[in-house]
């Protein structure tokens, strides 16, 4: 069936160090991608996200990239620091629904 | 606006017991929805509502589970006769009803079954 999923379970990095983090996807009428960030015990927040008819956005930061040749999505984070530290999901929605599905995550450890 | 609230946050109960969870979303996010997060893996979606219409409710687990969203504010989401395999973080998530964008999260109840 449709999926969402991480290349990587966990991701070990210094601090200032660039972190990269991918996810594939399957469903090729996805239209709509979100990154969110969980901190352990918390709810997961908002990072960035990114619409079909786009294939780069930046924020504070981060920086997603979209190949939809491929079905990859990443997350590029600049100067990681430790306060990154979590567990980083994507998303994804296909066209015409409401409901994002999620991949199962990936953990970012950053090193001091 | 504080965002969206969940309670309790932590549910200890005996196995078969019944369980209920309350969400209060943001002040006029018209879409609400529930989602089950176990140990290492993402969310999963359970169901959603539009206002007080529930428009999907095929992704819950088992008919032990069931919500509601009576007046289109907050909702409750109830467990029956709790399994040790219904442990989990339940989240809820409200979002402004917008063909694109995010879903803000509340923190999540943990419930343990024994």
């Known amino acids: 069936g449709e999926s969402v999923g991480l290349h990587l379970p966990t991701l070990s990095v210094q601090e200032g160090d660039n972190s990269i983090i991918n996810c594939a996807y399957s469903?090729?009428?996805?239209?709509?991608f979100i990154w969110y960030k969980q901190e352990s015990g918390k709810g997961p927040q908002f990072i960035i996200d990114?619409?079909?008819?786009?294939d780069k956005r930046q924020g504070q930061r981060v920086t997603v990239l979209l190949n939809k040749t491929v079905k990859h999505l990443s997350l590029q984070i600049a100067a990681t620091q430790p306060g990154d530290s979590a567990v980083y999901f994507c998303?994804?929605?296909?066209?015409?629904?409401?409901?994002?599905?999620f991949g199962r995550g990936t953990s970012l450890i950053v090193h001091p | 606006d504080t965002g969206v609230s969940q309670d309790p946050r932590h549910k200890i109960t005996k196995r078969g017991q019944n369980v209920t969870f309350r969400c209060d979303p943001i002040?006029?996010?018209?879409?609400l929805y529930w989602y089950r997060q176990t140990l290492g893996q993402g969310p999963e979606f359970l169901t959603y509502?539009?206002?007080?219409?529930?428009?999907?409710k095929s992704r819950l687990l088992s008919d032990r589970f069931s919500a509601e969203r009576p007046k289109g504010s907050f909702s409750t989401l109830e467990i029956q006769r709790t399994e040790q395999g219904d442990s989990a973080m339940y989240l809820c998530?409200?979002?402004?009803?917008?063909?694109?964008?995010?879903?803000?999260f509340g923190e999540g109840s943990r419930l343990t079954v024994l």
């Open positions: 998530a409200s979002s402004p009803g917008l063909d694109y964008g995010e879903l803000f």
């Open positions: 469903n090729s009428a996805s239209d709509y």
């Open positions: 990114i619409r079909s008819n786009m």
């Open positions: 998303a994804e929605k296909g066209g015409g629904s409401y409901i994002p599905t």
């Open positions: 002040s006029e996010h018209n879409r």
């Open positions: 509502f539009q206002n007080e219409a529930q428009l999907e």
